[in-house]
């Protein structure tokens, strides 16, 4: 009897031996597996590490550029403004361009050192609204999301009662616009109508002058130079830079339009970089704020990082 249980527990001993060297190779698996991800998460993060010092890199090459400029006159013509590519290798890239912030309409600039409403800013911006095929009313709605007071501005400002009936609700800040991402959230303001003003305005810390020398031909007509003039002027500012505001004003396409001089300026103190770098498996974006002083030094505001 006991001889007829030996083929069984054989059997029984070869599946178990068969289980045990299973499991053994699962382990082994799942440990080369482990290893492999752990290689690459660190292949990963190395990748990523030197595409930032990468794009910190075009960063100092952009402050460079702008130190190099001569602050009195900007124009697309200079060679900050050029955008730039270079291939560093089959697995590195690196592209970047500056971009003047005072050629678009500084939504901070509606109010005052003060904050009061400045006249002559809210006027340009309902002019660039209705440009862009948007409802100049919006400008009022614009001018309560940033202003400290909670009195609707005329018959088409939004303030807290715009705000709370929405579903979810939420208040304006009454402050500066940090981003103007922020007009997503402002009355009136559907996301046609943001992409359409993106391009043509930011949102700076301070009030600031519109550069005439880098102002769309949008802003050239918020600006109120007459839409049969604008050809004139554009063609004007590409053969020779404004080396002043009474320049492009001399101009006989522009001469005694009567458009207001107040917030003009040939030059500019805030630009924007934006540098996009591939090494390897990483690719990212930088956008750095940056500010160059009264003393002509440049100061980084701020940066923001987008990772692919």
Not at 269 to 287: G, M, N, T
Request: glycine share 6%; charged share 20%.
């Amino acid at each position: 009897m006991m001889q007829g249980h030996a083929p069984r527990q054989q059997g029984v001993a070869l599946i178990t031996a068969m289980a045990v060297v299973a499991v053994a190779v699962s382990a082994a698996a799942f440990l080369a597996f482990d290893q492999q991800l752990g290689i690459r998460q660190s292949h990963n993060l190395l990748a990523h590490d030197q595409a930032m010092e990468y794009v910190h890199a075009a960063e100092g090459l952009a402050l460079i550029a702008l130190m190099e400029d001569d602050p009195g006159v900007d124009s697309p013509d200079e060679a900050w403004a050029q955008p730039a590519s270079l291939a560093l290798s089959d697995q590195a890239m690196i592209a970047g361009q500056i971009i003047d912030l005072q050629g678009r309409f500084n939504l901070n600039s509606l109010l005052t050192a003060d904050g009061k409403l400045d006249g002559v800013a809210l006027a340009r911006l309902e002019r660039l609204l209705a440009t862009l095929e948007l409802s100049p009313e919006l400008a009022a709605a614009i001018v309560d999301w940033i202003d400290a007071d909670r009195e609707p501005q005329g018959t088409y400002g939004a303030e807290d009662d715009s705000y709370t009936r929405l579903d979810p609700s939420y208040l304006p800040p009454n402050a500066r616009m940090l981003s103007t991402t922020e007009l997503r959230l402002v009355a009136g303001i559907d996301e046609e109508g943001y992409q359409r003003l993106a391009s043509q305005v930011t949102a700076l810390p301070d009030a600031t002058p519109i550069n005439i020398n880098t102002a769309s031909p949008e802003l050239l007509a918020a600006i109120g130079i007459p839409e049969d003039a604008i050809t004139s002027v554009l063609e004007a500012r590409a053969a020779t830079p404004f080396a002043s505001v009474d320049a492009l004003f001399a101009l006989p396409a522009v001469k005694g339009s009567g458009i207001e001089r107040t917030g003009l300026s040939v030059s500019s103190r805030h630009f924007a970089l934006y540098s996009q770098v591939r090494f390897a498996s990483a690719e990212l974006s930088l956008s750095s704020l940056i500010r160059r002083e009264e003393s002509g030094t440049l100061k980084i505001l701020h940066r923001r990082q987008e990772l692919f």
